[in-house]
């Protein structure tokens, strides 16, 4: 597992795919986080809806990084075993997503106002991996593993996302940021968006059962 990630990580950082949610992450830190004060809750909101937006773009650009007569390969020379490449793609992507999610965390200390607390931090880390967990649970399920076609992979990630973040009320992300948003202390928090990161590991499960068992259909 080790091995497949480090080749994982060593085949985006040598494509530059990552490129490109990197830097719509950083522009989405910099609109939403810039110059802000009061509660800290809202702010790191904005720093989850970032990492959201990224981790989808980012695991669907992970999952595609090799062509079918490569991901043959691949699995071949994990054993055969098709399953722990996917495994290591994921774990790539969530080790992708700790990293930003430190610059999630102190950004927007750095560039607002705000009164920190430890509160506030592990709530922070909470919004951030909930959201990290189910935008690559999303890059997962529109991945070159379930559609063979980008077309329909954008249009079916672009779906997911919006009714993720739009549809009132909807666990995890919508109602996490409904939560975030209008309440300021942090608190009373921990406890809702635990369970809300409880979900997000359960999607991000599932979406990885579904994706594994159309790929072993195909393969």
């Not at 430190?102 to 909930?130: C, H, K, N, R, S």
């Not at 109602?175 to 942090?186: I, K, Q, Y």
Request: with cysteine; charged share 10%.
């Amino acid at each position: 597992m080790i091995a497949l990630i480090r080749y994982t990580f060593a085949t985006v950082l040598h494509t530059q795919r990552y490129l490109a949610p990197l830097l719509l992450f950083m522009g989405l830190m910099g609109v939403l986080t810039v110059n802000g004060s009061g509660p800290l809750p809202p702010a790191y909101a904005s720093s989850a809806g970032a990492l959201f937006v990224c981790s989808t773009w980012l695991t669907i650009a992970l999952m595609s990084l090799d062509d079918p007569p490569q991901r043959a390969i691949v699995v071949v020379t994990a054993g055969g075993r098709s399953l722990t490449v996917l495994l290591a793609a994921i774990g790539t992507a969530l080790l992708s997503c700790l990293v930003l999610m430190v610059f999630g965390l102190f950004f927007p200390l750095w560039m607002g106002d705000y009164v920190v607390t430890t509160t506030d931090l592990l709530l922070g880390i909470e919004a951030q991996l909930t959201c990290a967990l189910v935008g690559t649970a999303i890059g997962v399920l529109c991945s070159r593993l379930v559609f063979k076609r980008q077309g329909y992979a954008l249009a079916a990630a672009l779906a997911l996302v919006m009714g993720a973040l739009f549809t009132k009320g909807m666990p995890p992300v919508n109602r996490l940021f409904t939560l975030m948003a209008t309440t300021p202390d942090a608190t009373k928090l921990l406890a809702p968006t635990g369970v809300m990161l409880a979900i997000s590991a359960l999607i991000l499960a599932v979406f990885t059962a579904a994706a594994q068992f159309v790929a072993g259909r195909r393969e």
